[in-house]
């Protein structure tokens, strides 16, 4: 059993990334070197604050500018745009005049609809008059929306000058990285700087971090004060507040605007841009609320009662559970903690005056809450995974300082910061010995030293053994000597250990019986007669107990971290989570269906705990997909009877005993048992237990002890024989019998009346109606007799049917038809 780290996409934008740390690397290299890191580039894309970069986009001189001839609306007009001759252009703008100058997109250049469809200049007649180019509105250059008439430009500037030098238009590249969820740290332009410099540096090249001052933070004012109270501090070990007065909400400057748009955020205002900005910046989170919607001017910290109303901004009233931890004011909810805001406290046009909040939340309480809401927000994917706890203080200062430099205002109260209980920083011991061994290569030990001060671990003493470290608590991933050791190797670089010359081998002793051997010799046999094999989650919902009075709630095994209520409990069966897999394909129109399942079942017995494995099979709809030569059939108990003989008999198990099935799950049901051991379990389920999972067609299932299959299996030996050399020879009997007797019956009592030359019994056909008495049927049986030694003659056939058929008179009162 393994377990897969689902990577998580995060933007990293390479302009923003060398705000923190000045590398003139290109992408290319840089990318190969994250990946080394462990920050895997999954891409790169090109980002233009104007898309197409306006390439092919010239300032031009209008020199000439007529009234078409064949159109009213229409100028034809010469522009200059500094070639050797001025270009024809016909254009449809009211206010074209000459001696303006204008933007002029050439021949060839690309330009983008609003939808960001391209379309491309080309040469061509306008109502009879040629057009060389095209003189541009603002929102056919991307450059805005106005479309009222052409893009007038100033007066001074020069003909021929490139529209993307006079705009400015930025360039940037955006790492795609696939970011495993343990690493918390890089989940932020900072973080990645943080470990690009480490690498840098392994690589010889001397480079600096650069850490944003904050130096000129200061309280202006203190009149707003809003009080904080945090009483769950379980929940919010950490808890920062400020409040910014007299302040101007509007659009955000182009570069913080170009800064969120290249990793694919819409800007929205100054002081929310801000607060997404510090949150990409530094990862630390943040939320401004508006003063003047804190009733009481108090910020209290806690958990609200159960089924308590609140409407986050998406505008959806969800109820909260008692557990959600929820920033109040004197009255009234503001905001889920950690994972979003309310739609009445949100920063707005209007908002004058903010309370800004940075904090540490609890990862499990937030990951639980926005597990319960089904919200995932930028927010909540940091606070559950834990983001730096040292950090809080810094980045409210950061942000606030931001959104003075953006929206004017004045820090307006003292900074206030509730830390309790202060998260410590964890202190692990480095044995050189066993990193040299893990690694699988010597590697100095000033180079071990170089790169743990570069990843900010903090060396605490040296001796010849080892080394005593302190990691930040920001690396919540690093807390044991694997760990640390896992650090060292990653900057250090794989590629860098050297394969050995010599490999070393063990030969392993295995067994043909082991259980993924076996496993995958069944696996084949089912895919070769047409089942899918499907994997269902091991966590399910208690609820199932209530379709089955074979599963007991108190031999549930709880999850202490449940995800959601559906899925807070290990199953006892594969049945219910098979009828899942059945319920959504068959709502998806594919009804005929065979599916197989190796799994686990998990139960608590009071002083211990036990988990079984299993194969379950389930069958519905037809048996063959519907074709034009061959008619429908359904299948029916009797088919998948069919496959678990053929499974049995691939297993070497040929001999068992049928028993009825006093599972409240089928309807008709039998067991399998080898002596006193149970095989397998199958038949029809109950249309009750169908019926809860909307599933109409009748449904047959399986359940295989695949503990006892495997121990079976193993006591089995093949032997080998040869080809038969004699003939077979065979006879038919069709006998009335009793409808209670079973072909199983007829077998039994077969086999025990000839062992030697009686080799197969065969039932082909069944008859049941009218010219048969009461409480009858007709069985048609075939025998098939060999010896292995030599030819057999009737004489010898007929001694044995002889007796056949007065053992049958005897014990099943069968009569010859």
Same mark, same amino acid.
């Given at each position: 059993?393994?377990?897969?780290?689902?990577?998580?996409? #995060?933007?990293?934008?390479?302009?923003? $990334?060398?705000?923190?740390?000045?590398?003139?690397?290109?992408?290319?290299?840089?990318?190969?070197?994250?990946?080394? /890191?462990?920050?895997?580039?999954?891409?790169?894309?090109?980002?233009?604050?104007?898309?197409?970069?306006?390439?092919?986009?010239?300032?031009?001189?209008?020199?000439?500018?007529?009234?078409?001839?064949?159109?009213?609306?229409?100028?034809?007009?010469?522009?200059?745009?500094?070639?050797?001759?001025?270009?024809?252009?016909?254009?449809?703008?009211?206010?074209?005049?000459?001696?303006?100058?204008?933007?002029?997109? +050439?021949?060839?250049?690309?330009?983008?609809?609003?939808?960001?469809?391209?379309?491309?200049?080309?040469?061509?007649?306008?109502?009879?008059?040629?057009?060389?180019? #095209?003189?541009?509105?603002?929102?056919?250059?991307?450059?805005?929306?106005?479309?009222?008439?052409?893009?007038?430009?100033?007066?001074?500037?020069? %003909?021929?000058?490139?529209?993307?030098?006079?705009?400015?238009?930025?360039?940037?590249?955006?790492?795609?990285?696939?970011?495993?969820?343990?690493?918390?740290?890089?989940?932020?332009?900072?973080?990645?700087?943080?470990?690009?410099?480490?690498? $840098?540096?392994?690589?010889?090249?001397?480079?600096?971090?650069?850490?944003?001052?904050?130096?000129?933070?200061?309280?202006?004012?203190?009149?707003?004060?809003?009080?904080?109270?945090?009483?769950?501090?379980?929940?919010?070990?950490?808890?920062?507040?400020?409040?910014?007065?007299?302040?101007?909400?509007?659009?955000?400057?182009?570069?913080?605007?170009?800064?969120?748009?290249?990793?694919?955020?819409?800007?929205?205002?100054?002081?929310?841009?801000?607060?997404?900005?510090?949150?990409?910046?530094?990862?630390?989170?943040?939320?401004?609320?508006?003063?003047?919607?804190?009733?009481?001017?108090?910020?209290?910290?806690?958990?609200?009662?159960?089924?308590? &109303?609140?409407?986050?901004?998406?505008?959806?009233?969800?109820?909260? !559970?008692?557990?959600?931890?929820?920033?109040?004011?004197?009255?009234?909810?503001?905001?889920?903690?950690?994972?979003?805001?309310?739609?009445?406290?949100?920063?707005?046009?209007?908002?004058?005056?903010?309370?800004?909040?940075?904090?540490?939340?609890?990862?499990?309480?937030?990951?639980?809450?926005?597990?319960?809401?089904?919200?995932?927000?930028?927010?909540?994917?940091?606070?559950?995974?834990?983001?730096?706890?040292?950090? +809080?203080?810094?980045? $409210?200062?950061?942000?606030?300082?931001?959104?003075?430099?953006?929206?004017?205002?004045?820090?307006?109260?003292? $900074?206030?910061?509730?830390? +309790?209980?202060?998260?410590?920083?964890?202190?692990?011991?480095?044995?050189?010995? *066993?990193?040299? =061994?893990?690694?699988?290569?010597?590697?100095?030990?000033?180079?071990?030293?170089?790169?743990?001060?570069?990843?900010?671990?903090?060396?605490?003493?040296?001796?010849?053994?080892?080394?005593?470290?302190?990691?930040?608590?920001?690396?919540?991933?690093?807390?044991?000597?694997?760990?640390?050791?896992?650090?060292?190797?990653?900057?250090?670089?794989?590629?860098?250990?050297?394969?050995?010359?010599?490999?070393?081998?063990?030969?392993?002793?295995?067994?043909?019986?082991?259980?993924?051997?076996?496993?995958?010799?069944?696996?084949? @046999?089912?895919?070769?007669?047409?089942?899918?094999?499907? #994997?269902?989650?091991?966590?399910?919902?208690?609820?199932?107990?209530?379709?089955?009075?074979?599963?007991?709630?108190?031999?549930?095994?709880? #999850?202490?971290?449940?995800?959601?209520?559906?899925?807070?409990?290990?199953?006892?069966?594969?049945?219910?989570?098979?009828?899942?897999?059945?319920?959504?394909?068959?709502?998806?129109?594919?009804?005929? /269906?065979?599916?197989?399942?190796?799994?686990?079942?998990?139960? *608590?017995?009071?002083?211990?705990?036990?988990?079984?494995? @299993?194969?379950?099979?389930?069958?519905?709809?037809?048996?063959?997909?519907?074709?034009?030569?061959?008619?429908?059939?359904?299948?029916?108990?009797?088919?998948?009877?069919? %496959?678990?003989?053929?499974?049995?008999?691939?297993?070497?198990?040929?001999?068992?005993?049928?028993?009825?099935?006093?599972?409240?799950?089928?309807?008709?049901?039998?067991?399998?048992? /080898?002596? =006193?051991?149970?095989?397998?379990?199958?038949?029809?389920? &109950?249309?009750?237990?169908?019926?809860?999972?909307?599933?109409?067609?009748?449904?047959?299932?399986?359940?295989?002890?695949?503990?006892?299959?495997?121990?079976?299996?193993?006591?089995?030996?093949?032997?080998?024989?040869?080809?038969?050399?004699?003939?077979?020879?065979?006879?038919?009997?069709?006998?009335?019998?009793?409808?209670? %007797?079973?072909?199983?019956?007829?077998? +039994?009592?077969?086999?025990?009346?000839? =062992?030697?030359?009686?080799?197969? %019994?065969?039932?082909?056909?069944?008859?049941?109606?009218?010219?048969?008495?009461?409480?009858?049927?007709?069985?048609?049986?075939?025998?098939?007799?060999?010896?292995?030694?030599?030819?057999?003659? !009737?004489?010898?056939?007929?001694?044995?049917?002889?007796?056949?058929?007065?053992?049958?008179?005897?014990?099943?009162?069968?009569?010859?038809?």
């Amino acid at each position: 059993m393994f377990a897969v780290l689902k990577l998580v996409n #995060m933007k990293i934008s390479y302009n923003w $990334l060398k705000q923190f740390i000045q590398t003139d690397w290109d992408t290319d290299a840089t990318s190969e070197l994250l990946t080394d /890191l462990g920050l895997e580039v999954e891409g790169v894309a090109n980002y233009q604050s104007v898309k197409g970069g306006l390439e092919g986009v010239v300032v031009g001189e209008v020199l000439t500018c007529e009234q078409h001839s064949n159109a009213d609306k229409l100028k034809v007009t010469t522009v200059n745009i500094g070639t050797d001759e001025p270009l024809q252009i016909v254009c449809g703008a009211p206010n074209v005049a000459v001696g303006q100058k204008v933007p002029v997109a +050439t021949i060839g250049t690309t330009l983008y609809t609003e939808e960001g469809e391209a379309w491309t200049i080309k040469n061509g007649k306008i109502r009879g008059e040629e057009s060389h180019g #095209m003189i541009c509105a603002e929102d056919e250059l991307g450059l805005g929306k106005s479309h009222d008439g052409i893009m007038v430009l100033a007066e001074d500037v020069k %003909v021929g000058t490139k529209c993307a030098d006079l705009f400015k238009i930025e360039n940037d590249q955006v790492f795609e990285i696939g970011l495993t969820p343990n690493r918390a740290d890089a989940m932020s332009h900072f973080g990645t700087a943080r470990d690009l410099k480490a690498g $840098l540096l392994a690589k010889g090249v001397n480079i600096e971090l650069i850490t944003p001052s904050v130096s000129a933070y200061q309280v202006d004012s203190r009149t707003l004060k809003i009080d904080v109270d945090v009483l769950d501090k379980e929940k919010a070990p950490r808890y920062c507040g400020v409040t910014i007065s007299n302040l101007k909400v509007s659009d955000s400057p182009e570069w913080l605007q170009n800064r969120l748009k290249a990793i694919g955020l819409a800007p929205i205002n100054n002081v929310v841009d801000a607060t997404n900005y510090v949150l990409h910046d530094l990862g630390q989170p943040l939320h401004a609320f508006d003063a003047s919607k804190i009733t009481g001017q108090k910020i209290e910290v806690k958990t609200l009662a159960q089924g308590t &109303k609140f409407t986050t901004l998406d505008g959806v009233e969800r109820e909260l !559970d008692q557990e959600d931890l929820m920033i109040c004011d004197a009255e009234k909810p503001l905001c889920i903690a950690g994972v979003f805001g309310g739609l009445n406290s949100g920063v707005t046009a209007e908002t004058t005056s903010i309370f800004l909040e940075s904090a540490y939340f609890n990862p499990v309480s937030v990951r639980k809450t926005a597990k319960r809401h089904a919200l995932n927000t930028d927010a909540s994917f940091r606070f559950e995974r834990g983001i730096d706890p040292n950090i +809080t203080e810094y980045a $409210l200062k950061r942000a606030a300082l931001l959104i003075k430099e953006l929206a004017g205002g004045e820090i307006s109260s003292e $900074l206030t910061d509730i830390y +309790t209980n202060k998260i410590e920083d964890f202190q692990v011991r480095l044995s050189f010995e *066993n990193t040299n =061994k893990l690694i699988g290569q010597e590697i100095p030990r000033e180079t071990i030293k170089s790169i743990l001060t570069s990843l900010e671990i903090k060396i605490n003493n040296v001796t010849e053994t080892g080394l005593g470290l302190t990691i930040p608590a920001y690396r919540n991933d690093v807390t044991r000597e694997a760990d640390v050791i896992e650090e060292i190797l990653r900057v250090y670089g794989y590629n860098n250990i050297e394969t050995t010359s010599k490999l070393n081998a063990s030969i392993a002793n295995s067994s043909r019986f082991d259980d993924h051997k076996i496993q995958n010799i069944i696996g084949n @046999h089912l895919a070769g007669i047409g089942f899918y094999e499907m #994997m269902a989650n091991s966590l399910t919902t208690p609820n199932y107990i209530s379709l089955s009075k074979l599963l007991k709630e108190e031999h549930n095994i709880t #999850m202490l971290n449940p995800l959601s209520n559906d899925l807070s409990v290990l199953r006892q069966s594969l049945l219910f989570s098979g009828l899942e897999a059945v319920r959504h394909n068959s709502n998806r129109k594919n009804s005929d /269906l065979k599916f197989f399942e190796f799994g686990k079942t998990y139960h *608590n017995f009071g002083d211990k705990r036990e988990e079984f494995k @299993h194969l379950s099979l389930l069958i519905t709809g037809n048996k063959t997909v519907e074709n034009w030569n061959s008619p429908k059939s359904e299948t029916d108990f009797f088919y998948i009877k069919g %496959v678990i003989s053929l499974i049995l008999e691939r297993l070497g198990i040929n001999r068992y005993n049928a028993k009825p099935v006093t599972q409240d799950i089928f309807t008709d049901g039998q067991a399998y048992y /080898l002596g =006193k051991t149970e095989i397998v379990q199958f038949g029809a389920v &109950k249309k009750q237990i169908l019926k809860h999972f909307d599933i109409s067609k009748p449904l047959y299932y399986a359940d295989f002890n695949w503990d006892n299959i495997l121990e079976i299996a193993k006591r089995n030996k093949i032997k080998f024989t040869d080809i038969p050399k004699y003939p077979e020879s065979r006879r038919d009997f069709a006998l009335l019998l009793d409808e209670a %007797v079973s072909f199983e019956d007829i077998y +039994t009592i077969a086999k025990q009346t000839e =062992k030697q030359l009686l080799k197969d %019994v065969n039932l082909f056909d069944v008859y049941e109606g009218k010219n048969l008495p009461d409480g009858k049927k007709s069985y048609a049986v075939s025998f098939t007799f060999r010896d292995e030694h030599k030819t057999l003659t !009737d004489k010898q056939v007929d001694k044995v049917m002889s007796k056949l058929q007065d053992n049958f008179t005897t014990k099943l009162k069968a009569e010859l038809r």
